[in-house]
């Protein structure tokens, strides 16, 4: 006669449980129609949010969701016109430790909107070619009126033949 090693008829009781408890909800997913719901039995409740997009929607229901046109809102607030890159190059460095600056100005009526300088190589004949130079400090400073900018640095370790190069973009500011 066949016997059942201890926990072997536990588990496959067990897995036929599970089975019929997965499969119930597909069976009963796969059988239930929208004409065997009763009216008014699905509420809001029962739907979860986010799940009726408008295409679910009938017509009569689209037009009842929409009301008539608001009034216009105020005009924003004026902005930034007339944008422009405006370049200036300082003399070349003696490689003496001197002090280069250069001004940048905007053209008239426009103002600053930021700005940015560089220690580049001037001459473009230099068999280094055209570089840019990271290791040595240039500041800038704001003209009180915000329509120029002043750069400025040490060429102290800077070889001779580099100068700074700044650029300011300006606009039209309302």
Not at 35 to 53: D, E, F, L, P, Y
Not at 93 to 108: F, I
Not at 125 to 154: H, K
Request: glycine share 16%; charged share 15%; net charge positive.
């Amino acid at each position: 006669m066949f016997r059942f090693r201890p926990g072997l008829y536990a588990g496959i009781v067990a897995t036929l449980a599970l089975v019929v408890a997965l499969s119930g909800g597909a069976y009963a997913a796969g059988k239930i129609t929208g004409k065997q719901i009763a009216k008014n039995a699905i509420t809001s409740k029962h739907i979860r949010n986010g799940q009726v997009t408008a295409a679910d929607l009938a017509a009569d229901a689209k037009a009842a969701a929409t009301g008539p046109v608001g009034p216009r809102g105020a005009a924003g607030a004026p902005g930034v016109s007339g944008y422009e890159i405006v370049t200036g190059t300082s003399r070349e460095s003696t490689g003496t430790g001197d002090w280069l600056d250069v001004v940048v100005n905007c053209p008239p009526g426009k103002k600053v909107l930021t700005h940015g300088v560089t220690w580049t190589k001037l001459d473009p004949n230099d068999v280094q070619g055209v570089a840019v130079y990271y290791n040595s400090l240039a500041q800038a400073r704001l003209a009180g009126d915000g329509t120029s900018v002043t750069f400025y640095g040490y060429s102290g370790a800077v070889p001779d033949g580099w100068g700074l190069v700044g650029q300011v973009a300006c606009g039209l500011v309302s």
